[in-house]
């Protein structure tokens, strides 16, 4: 596995080694101990998700004010525009993104720790997204950020395609009336 660093230190993209041959690949998609070594985290990690979306679906900017949870995010089958956002008052990075190609292609996955925000616009025709969370799901404490907040000011790639957003991303606050982490 080999870190690639992103434009926030504590989001980080894993890389794994792929072993090939005319039959397919196998790689590890998770293992703790190197995790850690590489690292030097030692998530919990307590659910799994797995999402099928159709081109154009855009899902977040999701997050759990209290339960924060950490993520390790990938796309198994085809290719998504994975986006984070910190939202840490106190951090020097409050209110930036970063944007990051995942597919089945490259088999990178992002660590995206508690205190961001996260989304993912769907590229290909259609793409599965698997997550690990380090806290369960609690609706009663999910929130979200609006897509398309020009104070963030994200480039989705979105081209002429038109985001299909779910009611719930449709609602979502302006990152100055969300309720952010201190």
Same mark, same amino acid.
């Given at each position: 596995?080999? &870190?690639?660093p992103t434009? !926030? /230190?504590?989001?980080? @993209? ?14 590890? %998609? !998770? ?11 030692? =998530?919990? !990690? ?7 979306? %159709? ?5 977040? +900017?999701?997050?759990?004010?209290? *339960? ?22 106190? %951090? ?7 944007? &990051?190609? @995942? ?9 995206? =720790? =508690?205190?961001? #925000? *996260?989304?993912?616009?769907?590229? %290909?025709?259609?793409? $599965? ?10 609706? $009663?404490?999910?929130?979200c950020i ?5 104070? &963030?000011? &994200? ?5 002429? +395609?038109?985001?299909? +957003?779910? =009611? ?5 606050? /302006?990152? #100055?009336?969300? $309720?952010?982490?201190?």
């Amino acid at each position: 596995m080999q &870190i690639i660093p992103t434009s !926030f /230190p504590e989001v980080l @993209l894993l890389e794994p080694k792929v072993f090939g041959d005319e039959r397919g690949y196998f790689y590890e %998609s !998770f293992n703790a101990r190197k995790f850690q070594e590489m690292t030097g985290l030692t =998530p919990d !990690f307590v659910q799994d998700n797995h999402s099928r979306s %159709s081109q154009g679906v855009l899902r977040g +900017l999701h997050y759990q004010i209290r *339960h924060a949870q950490g993520k390790l995010v990938r796309a198994s089958v085809g290719e998504v525009l994975d986006v984070v956002v910190d939202i840490r008052r106190s %951090s020097p990075n409050f209110g930036k993104s970063a944007s &990051i190609r @995942l597919s089945s292609a490259n088999k990178r996955q992002l660590w995206v =720790p =508690p205190g961001f #925000a *996260h989304g993912f616009l769907v590229l %290909s025709e259609f793409a $599965e997204f698997q997550y690990k969370t380090t806290d369960y799901w609690m609706p $009663e404490h999910e929130r979200c950020i609006l897509w398309d907040d020009p104070a &963030i000011g &994200i480039d989705w790639e979105l081209g002429t +395609l038109v985001p299909n +957003l779910s =009611p719930k991303d449709r609602l979502g606050k /302006p990152l #100055a009336q969300a $309720e952010v982490y201190e």
